[in-house]
């Protein structure tokens, strides 16, 4: 055994006192760049597929913003939303995206009486036709002007920005049908003169 | 040992890190977890089990049922369909002949939105009804897939990994007959020929029918299955406990996480 063990220490080159040791040497440039890529796939995939974490999403659903759009919608929540978006992009502009109206722009929609009318048909002459003089909201005067600014939405958006006026902000009145818009259309003509409120106010709600 | 501390420090990084990633992390976001509504009814999910049921949990847990059954639906997909409500007052004819030339099931959400879009502007009026899809949803007669909160009352939560048998996260809505449950506990091939379940013979007692007259529990067997004449079979307890859990296992409102349109909704 002593001779095997002899023999063996004899035909092993290094020292056996010395424990091999790493060297130093250059890493190839290209792991660095393999490397990045990897990440750079890894995470356009997550951002596409992983949801980023949303304890509420699941497959087969990408990104919380996917699945808020599948939830299913009853016909008054889509009015509702289409509603919102043309008001935003048609009235926000002066009756605030709040609906409460801004100092010497436009007066407040929210709790307004010429909104909260039991019919439309009044509240409708008013983008279709447009505004003009003297009038009451919540108390405040007004003596302004507000052009036909709905005359150029179809009966089915104006109805759905009508719809959603009466519906937010603590409003709460009913829905306005597109066949509630073109009657008045109809009744207000091509060229509508802005109608008064005192004008207003002599027609049925 | 040289690097006893970067081996240290290594080993400390790939387990801390792995209990950080599977531990802590998921406890963070579903540890504090709460009944959440359900979508359209707005009714509390999940539903608090009955004591019974709470029992039969633990009896489920005590047979190994898991070692056989999952309690995880997936879901592969979701499926659009544009159904039109209501014609409206403007072009009814217009409605009816654009239905006629549109595809209106099996879309895509930008697809039905396209298709809603395209009825409204003529004056009708549509829903948009989603249903879930896969081969588990279609397999198991469920209606989507699992989540989370479906497993809010269990302890432990028994996914299961391997499907000798079937998945039974809905079992409660796909089987609601407690006779059914209890005859295939006894005896499974009396309810599904060639079953690969083992009988659970043991959580009924067999027993002499008083006066002759069968007891109100006693199971109604097949005449192959049946016991000698004068004899019946009544579920203990456990049985009864175990069913009451398998009718509790529900995975059929809809959700936020998982939405859908249920069936009562459609017109």
């Not at chain 2, 079937?166 to 005859?183: F, S």
């Not at chain 2, 069913?243 to 459609?266: G, I």
Request: aromatic fraction near 8%; charged fraction near 20%.
């Amino acid at each position: 055994m002593n001779d095997d063990m002899s023999d063996e220490s004899k035909s092993c080159s290094l020292p056996s006192s010395t424990e091999p040791t790493a060297t130093r040497s250059t890493v190839p440039m290209w792991i660095f760049v393999v490397t990045l890529l990897l990440l750079f796939l890894g995470f356009a995939f997550f951002d596409k597929k992983g949801g980023w974490f949303d304890v509420r999403v699941y497959a087969p659903y990408n990104s919380s913003e996917e699945l808020e759009a599948a939830q299913p919608k009853s016909a008054a929540a889509v009015a509702m939303a289409a509603g919102k978006k043309n008001y935003e992009t048609y009235c926000g502009s002066c009756h605030g995206n709040d609906g409460a109206g801004k100092i010497a722009q436009a007066p407040p929609l929210s709790g307004s009486e010429w909104v909260m009318t039991k019919g439309a048909e009044r509240l409708a002459h008013i983008p279709l036709a447009g505004l003009g003089g003297p009038i009451k909201v919540e108390g405040k005067d007004w003596n302004m002007n507000m052009a036909a600014m709905g005359a150029g939405l179809s009966d089915t958006d104006l109805a759905a920005v009508l719809t959603y006026i009466r519906g937010s902000w603590g409003n709460k009145m009913g829905e306005v049908s597109p066949d509630d818009i073109k009657k008045v259309r109809a009744e207000v003509g091509k060229a509508p003169q802005p109608y008064t409120g005192e004008k207003l106010m002599t027609m049925p709600e | 040992m040289k690097s006893g501390f970067s081996i240290f420090l290594a080993i400390l990084l790939t387990l801390g890190g792995s209990w950080i990633g599977f531990v802590v992390a998921p406890t963070m976001q579903l540890g504090t977890a709460k009944l959440t509504t359900a979508l359209v009814t707005g009714d509390t999910w999940p539903q608090q089990r009955t004591g019974e049921a709470t029992l039969g949990q633990q009896i489920y847990r005590a047979n190994g049922c898991v070692a056989c059954h999952t309690m995880q639906l997936r879901q592969d997909g979701v499926s659009f369909e544009v159904v039109l409500t209501s014609a409206g007052k403007i072009n009814p004819t217009a409605v009816s002949n654009l239905i006629s030339t549109l595809t209106l099931t099996g879309l895509n959400k930008e697809a039905a939105d396209i298709a809603a879009d395209k009825i409204s502007a003529v004056g009708g009026k549509t829903e948009t009804h989603l249903t879930a899809t896969g081969a588990d949803i279609s397999n198991y007669h469920a209606v989507r897939r699992s989540v989370a909160a479906d497993y809010l009352y269990d302890a432990p939560v028994q996914l299961g990994s391997l499907r000798a048998g079937p998945d039974l996260a809905n079992i409660g809505a796909r089987q609601p007959v407690a006779a059914v449950h209890l005859q295939h506990l006894y005896a499974p091939s009396s309810v599904t020929a060639k079953s690969a379940m083992p009988s659970y013979k043991f959580l009924f007692e067999v027993r002499k029918q008083i006066n002759g007259v069968a007891s109100p529990d006693a199971l109604n067997l097949p005449a192959e299955f049946a016991t000698a004449a004068g004899y019946e079979v009544v579920p203990k307890p456990e049985a009864k406990q175990l069913v009451a859990y398998l009718l509790s296992l529900r995975a059929d409102a809809p959700l936020y996480e998982a939405p859908f349109t249920p069936a009562t909704t459609k017109p």
